[in-house]
């Protein structure tokens, strides 16, 4: 038997996460899929420039990383290939897919949409913000409540640039799936 996928995390999906108070969940996850991986640079951005700015979330989530003991990691310049390096991409997004890559087996965090077309065309499972609750509502931690809840704060947040269009969409997919799922 296969050991389960690590999870390598941009920032996108920590901010939203830290700002819903919902960074449990990836503990949660961690528990079902393996070890969640966070480069320094995606460190950097979320936490050190976000702590600089006074973002609370910033704050929530230095709080969470030291409770959970996860540690940001160096990713060695070799490690990014030419190809990623040439990518437009920001150093959060190349790092966090060099991490992922050099793991072998392991999903991307992401929400930024040119990293997530990057991180798939590298043959990489990438899951978004919603995906993490999604598969959070699939695995019975939180209930279709809660990720109704969720996904109205996500739509209605100014400072969370997710498409209200596609919260909706994939809210409506993922309530339709736990319909049938309960049968």
Same mark, same amino acid.
């Not at 959970?68 to 437009?88: H, M």
């Not at 897919?97 to 999903?107: K, N």
């Given at each position: 038997m296969s050991s389960p996928p690590q999870m390598v995390s941009n920032a996108g999906p920590?901010?939203?996460?830290a700002k819903l108070h919902l960074l449990h969940l990836?503990?949660?996850l $961690?528990?079902?899929y393996g070890r969640v991986r966070i480069a320094r640079s995606v460190y950097e951005e979320a936490v050190?420039?976000?702590?600089?700015?006074?973002?609370? $979330?910033?704050k929530t989530l230095r709080?969470?990383?030291?409770?959970?003991?996860?540690?940001?990691? $160096?990713?060695?310049?070799?490690?990014?290939? $030419?190809?990623?390096?040439e990518a437009p991409?920001?150093?959060?997004?190349?790092?966090?897919?060099?991490?992922?890559?050099s793991l072998g087996d392991a999903w991307v965090l992401m929400d930024e949409n040119a990293g997530r077309r990057i991180?798939?065309?590298?043959?990489?499972t990438v899951r978004g913000s919603l995906g993490v609750l999604i598969e959070a509502y699939r695995h019975n931690l939180i209930d279709a409540n809660a990720l109704r809840l969720c996904f109205a704060e996500i739509?209605?947040?100014?400072d969370i640039w997710i498409s209200p269009d596609l919260v909706e969409r994939l809210l409506h997919q993922a309530l339709g799936q736990g319909k049938r799922r309960r049968r």
């Amino acid at each position: 038997m296969s050991s389960p996928p690590q999870m390598v995390s941009n920032a996108g999906p920590l901010m939203v996460l830290a700002k819903l108070h919902l960074l449990h969940l990836l503990h949660l996850l $961690d528990l079902l899929y393996g070890r969640v991986r966070i480069a320094r640079s995606v460190y950097e951005e979320a936490v050190v420039e976000g702590l600089r700015y006074g973002h609370e $979330d910033a704050k929530t989530l230095r709080r969470y990383l030291g409770q959970v003991g996860w540690q940001p990691e $160096d990713v060695p310049e070799p490690a990014i290939s $030419d190809e990623l390096r040439e990518a437009p991409l920001d150093r959060g997004e190349r790092e966090t897919i060099a991490l992922a890559l050099s793991l072998g087996d392991a999903w991307v965090l992401m929400d930024e949409n040119a990293g997530r077309r990057i991180a798939r065309a590298q043959g990489l499972t990438v899951r978004g913000s919603l995906g993490v609750l999604i598969e959070a509502y699939r695995h019975n931690l939180i209930d279709a409540n809660a990720l109704r809840l969720c996904f109205a704060e996500i739509a209605h947040r100014q400072d969370i640039w997710i498409s209200p269009d596609l919260v909706e969409r994939l809210l409506h997919q993922a309530l339709g799936q736990g319909k049938r799922r309960r049968r």
